[in-house]
């Protein structure tokens, strides 16, 4: 079992920069890869990067390559997401997910573990 809690999240200009973190509970956390998946109103929840459970390798959706970086510390059971360029697109709630696939899936029905979500809203 295990729980997720984003934070994070807020209002930025267009060009600003935040961080995610995603702070997880539960013994087995560091069996699961992770995902950040963003969701807007009246849309799907949509992939923007995953990291396999070592942190060894990392995966990006096409919109955000460059300008967001995905990072995790299994110590402390946290995985970050930093944001930086951010454009008005960017706005959504952002939900860390946990999956036990050996490759953080693009697919949000393969991830077990969900958090709330944490609101991005970038001004143009």
């Given amino acids: ?15 600003g920069s935040l961080r995610l973190s995603c702070a997880a509970s539960g013994r087995t956390f560091s069996r699961y890869a992770l995902g950040w998946f963003r969701q807007a109103p009246g849309e799907e929840r949509k992939f923007v990067a995953g990291i396999r459970w070592s942190g060894g390798s990392t995966y990006y959706a096409d919109p955000v390559k460059g300008r967001f970086t995905i990072s ?5 059971k946290t995985a970050y997401l930093q944001m930086n360029s951010l454009k008005p697109e960017d706005t959504a709630t952002y939900y860390c997910g946990a999956s036990r696939a050996i490759v953080p899936p693009p697919r949000s029905d ?15």
């Fill in 1 to 15: 079992q295990v729980q997720l809690v984003e934070s994070g999240g807020g209002l930025v200009q267009a060009g």
């Fill in 110 to 124: 393969e991830y077990d573990y969900w958090g709330q979500g944490t609101q991005v809203t970038v001004s143009s």
């Fill in 72 to 76: 995790r510390d299994n110590a402390e």
